[in-house]
């Protein structure tokens, strides 16, 4: 089976940069996923890290070590609206057919 | 293209009633997945299924069923409802093994009370 581990809230303030940390322990693993999800919306997905390194999307980074069974997601020049929950997800199984999920990490963004 | 969707949004049940919650996609997705998020807890994967006419359980698949009789549909049921299954629902469909599983699309969600 599978499991991430996330720190349950950050706080930052508005301009700032943030790094959201998820660290996992699986049977096989194929690499690492961040979701993102407001307040009473759905989770949509920000990126996704097959190999080792940084993937950049915009103001939103993706990092994953494979070796250390770790990734982060990095915001950069945050926002008001990045105040949201942010969820590293990683596959169920060696079939990778579905995906396990962190329990979440609660951004707070003060100005 | 609408997405995923999920009827209803809203439902409150008696504990013993029964219900289904319905998901539809516009994809062509071949993957779909039902999930349930309680405060606190993440997503749980309730089952999910790989193409029409197949399913499989995932995390926490006690007290619903499913079915996929329909590529674009993917059903929830609950035959006894209890009050443990007060939940928020999400229903996502992915492409699969050719376009990559890793990204879902989620629909709304419904929200069920069992009192």
């Known amino acids: 089976g599978q499991s991430l581990e996330q720190p349950s809230e950050v706080t930052a303030v508005e301009g700032a940069i943030v790094q959201i940390n998820c660290t996992y322990q699986?049977?096989?693993?194929?690499?690492l996923s961040w979701y993102q999800q407001h307040d009473g919306g759905a989770p949509t997905f920000l990126s996704y890290?097959?190999?080792?390194g940084l993937e950049e999307t915009g103001r939103f980074s993706s990092f994953l070590s494979r070796s250390d069974s770790y990734g982060y997601l990095l915001l950069q020049e945050l926002q008001m609206k990045d105040s949201a929950s942010y969820f590293c997800?990683?596959?169920?199984?060696?079939?990778?057919?579905?995906?396990?999920f962190g329990s979440g990490t609660r951004l707070q963004v003060q100005p | 293209n609408a997405g995923v969707t999920q009827t209803p949004k809203f439902r409150v049940l008696k504990t013993g009633q029964s219900m289904t919650l319905l998901c539809a996609q516009d994809?062509?997705?071949?993957?779909m997945y039902w999930y349930r998020q309680d405060p606190g807890m993440g997503l749980r994967l309730i089952h999910y299924?790989?193409?029409?006419?197949?399913?499989a359980k995932g995390e926490v698949p006690d007290g619903y069923n499913v079915s996929r009789l329909k590529k674009q549909n993917f059903l929830l049921g609950l035959e006894s409802a209890a009050p443990s299954q007060t939940s928020v629902y999400f229903c996502?469909?992915?492409?699969?093994?050719?376009?990559?599983?890793?990204?879902?699309?989620f629909g709304p969600g419904t929200r069920l009370l069992v009192l």
């Open positions: 996502a469909s992915s492409y699969g093994p050719t376009g990559g599983f890793e990204t879902q699309y």
């Open positions: 699986t049977s096989g693993f194929y690499g």
């Open positions: 890290n097959a190999l080792d």
């Open positions: 997800a990683a596959p169920t199984d060696t079939g990778r057919r579905a995906l396990t």
């Open positions: 994809m062509n997705h071949e993957y």
């Open positions: 299924s790989v193409g029409e006419g197949t399913t």
